[in-house]
T-cell receptor, first 112, second 113 residues
Framework: GAGVSQTPSNKVTEKGKYVELRCDPI?????LYWYRQSLGQGPEFLIY????????DSGLPNDRFFAVRPEGSVSTLKIQRTERGDSAVYLC??????????FGEGSWLTVV | KQEVTQIPAALSVPEGENLVLNCSFT??????LQWFRQDPGKGLTSLLL?????REQTSGRLNASLDKSSGRSTLYIAASQPGDSATYLC????????????FGKGITLSVRP
């Protein structure tokens, strides 16, 4: 596609439920990033993929968060046993290896 | 650990003013620096990318400069317009295999008609 596509754009879920957020990067981009942004804050790094492998997952806050990119294109961020503190906008971005990074519109997650 | 600071957090100017947004970072071992714009409820739009070997980049009314040795970048906006109202974030990318961006908290700009 022309840009980074994220689905769903909005998700409301109950505390304790499981959530999946999907990211479809710009075609041909080998690098894919997940960030999380809370109100009034800059984006906070979660995980970075180069191809299919997670090159850096140091930003994942705990073991409830997991991300995959099985074929080196689409990625899914998975959150288990959601908590109210997980409410944020989850941003996906992609780039050629060290080129400009392009972001999607984000998935707005609300845990009630 | 890289830290990126943007001060002030908010800025309000009358239409037509030229303005400068500041960004500072603590670790000068950067690969590049990128400026983004974020409108309310939206994702980030890339404005300018400066490689560590460059001093500045220009796009239309925007000019970004980089002084790596002092850990500073500025985004200059000429002849500001109400449509420029948004949050502006800078982010630095470190050298080496770890390719992540580290962001500042952003500067929320309001341009008054």
């Amino acid at each position: 596609g022309a840009g980074v596509s994220q689905t769903p754009s909005n998700k409301v879920t109950e505390k304790g439920k499981y959530v999946e957020l999907r990211c479809d990067p710009i075609s041909g981009h080998t690098a894919l990033y997940w960030y999380r942004q809370s109100l009034g804050q800059g984006p906070e790094f979660l995980i970075y993929f180069q191809g299919t492998g997670a090159a850096d997952d140091s930003g994942l806050p705990n073991d409830r968060f997991f991300a995959v990119r099985p074929e080196g294109s689409v990625s899914t961020l998975k959150i288990q046993r959601t908590e109210r503190g997980d409410s944020a906008v989850y941003l996906c971005a992609s780039s050629l290896r060290m080129g400009p990074i392009y972001f999607g519109e984000g998935s707005w997650l609300t845990v009630v | 650990k890289q830290e990126v600071t943007q001060i002030p957090a908010a800025l309000s100017v009358p239409e037509g003013e030229n303005l400068v947004l500041n960004c500072s970072f603590t670790d000068s071992a950067i690969y590049n620096l990128q400026w983004f714009r974020q409108d309310p409820g939206k994702g980030l739009t890339s404005l300018l990318l400066i490689q560590s070997s460059q001093r500045e980049q220009t796009s239309g009314r925007l000019n970004a400069s980089l002084d790596k040795s002092s850990g500073r970048s500025t985004l200059y906006i000429a002849a500001s317009q109400p449509g420029d109202s948004a949050t502006y974030l800078c982010a630095v990318r470190r050298t080496g295999a770890n390719s992540k961006l580290t962001f500042g908290k952003g500067i929320t700009l309001s341009v008054r008609p």
